[in-house]
């Protein structure tokens, strides 16, 4: 180890070891020290659970891993499974864990609440979801000051779009190909990835080409996207456009960034056709991205419509529509009411994540770990040919690997062979794109330069035994 690291120095001078320290790929890395002792599990095993999984719930239930793991608790950015062993979450289930797994803040605000009263619908008056509508709108540019809670993010799709339905008066509707907006009928129509959805009729619904500057047939050229939506609009709705819905980085697709400057040419030709903007920050918003708190802000435009969930529960079923004043009266035309949207335990929740993210900094420490480590990912690009691009924002990042970097052919079978190898060494990210060989890094944002360290550690040592 001693010559191990006078060979790096020589080599690279005084570049910190601890980022080199698989260079040569010797022992695997392990897990940052976390003082956090899990509590002895009892419960049923992976074997037991996975049976009953598949004897009692829909077969459409998909898993990772060849071996599913059974993950009994969660602390900040780690999880134990049956056998108290830690793993890295840079995955936060998909992004929802925000501020942390069993963050003390957020679980003391749930308790105190749920011992109060759990269940109250808004036909009574209950102060924790003012509080939490008032927190929550503060957060937004222009005015965009309206808010509706729902229970998850395909629900507050389905809202937006029948905001943008009621507003314009037109039905047709415009998202991008490798989007993602949701599991319901309508929100599937919006989704243009066909592993998710069911070939059913979908009128109204326009996919336009993807703004993606690494795969995408226009590369970084936001125009020529844009010109795209343009002729959906003039050829595929005759004019008749009501809304325009994208997510800002796309997530299920593979933390695929929109060409820079996209956004702000297509909400222009949709607003100028009559449509309003729509922009589903289930993934990207609460200040993941670090530079902006919400991803439309990364893009320079301010939509009329924002949908979020995941992340704004911390793990809650929570979701919410922010919108204008104007655009909000259409829907008091009629009765408009969710029975679990806002209740107190959620708006509580929801309230105390709010205020950890501003507590903690977490927006400015997702901007300094992201940077570091999407600076030492691009290193590790360097030195493996597999990893075709390196790409997102704050701890939104995605890694695309290719077995030939001008083709960009999909590594299919590498990724699932890495995917496994991380697993192994404690380490768990998401998996996507088109072709699934996305690797999703989308931790909780109390994830540290240690742990971004480690991931890309463990990735270099799991990419060297390829
Ligand atoms: C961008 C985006 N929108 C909407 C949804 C749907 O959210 P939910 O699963 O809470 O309905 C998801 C879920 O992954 C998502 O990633």
Known sequence: MALQRLLLKKAFGEAKPKSLCCFFSTAPPSLPAFDYEPKPYNGPRADEVFQKRKQFLGPSLFHFYQKPLNIVEGK????YDENGRRYLDAFAGIVTVSAGHCHPDVLNAIFEQSKLLQHATTIYLHHAIADFAEALASKFPGNLKVVYFVNSGSEANELAMLMARLYTGNL???????????????????????????????????????????RGVFGSDAKSYAKDVQDHIDFGTAGKVAGFISETIQGVGGAVELAPGYLKLVYDIVRKAGGVCIADEVQTGFGRTGTHYWGFETQGVIPDIVTM??????????????????????LAQKTQFNTYGGNPVCSAGGLAVLRVIDKEKRQVHSADVGSHLLARLRDLQQRYEIIGDVRGRGLMVGVELVTDRNEKTPAKAETAMLFEKLRELGVLVGKGGLHGNVFRIKPPLCFTKDDADFLVDALDYSMSKL
């Not at 900040?76 to 999880?79: G, I, K, V």
């Not at 992340?311 to 259409?330: C, D, F, K, R």
């Open 172 to 214: 047709e509707m415009i998202s991008l190909r490798n989007g993602y907006h949701g599991g319901s009928s309508n929100t599937m129509s919006l989704t243009a990835l066909n592993t998710w959805k069911y070939p059913i009729p979908q009128g109204e619904i326009h996919h336009a080409v993807n703004p993606d500057p690494y």
């Open 309 to 330: 969930a995941k992340g704004i529960g911390n793990g809650l079923p929570l979701g919410a529509v922010v919108t204008t004043p104007e655009i909000a009266s259409v």
């Open 76 to 79: 900040m950015q780690y999880l």
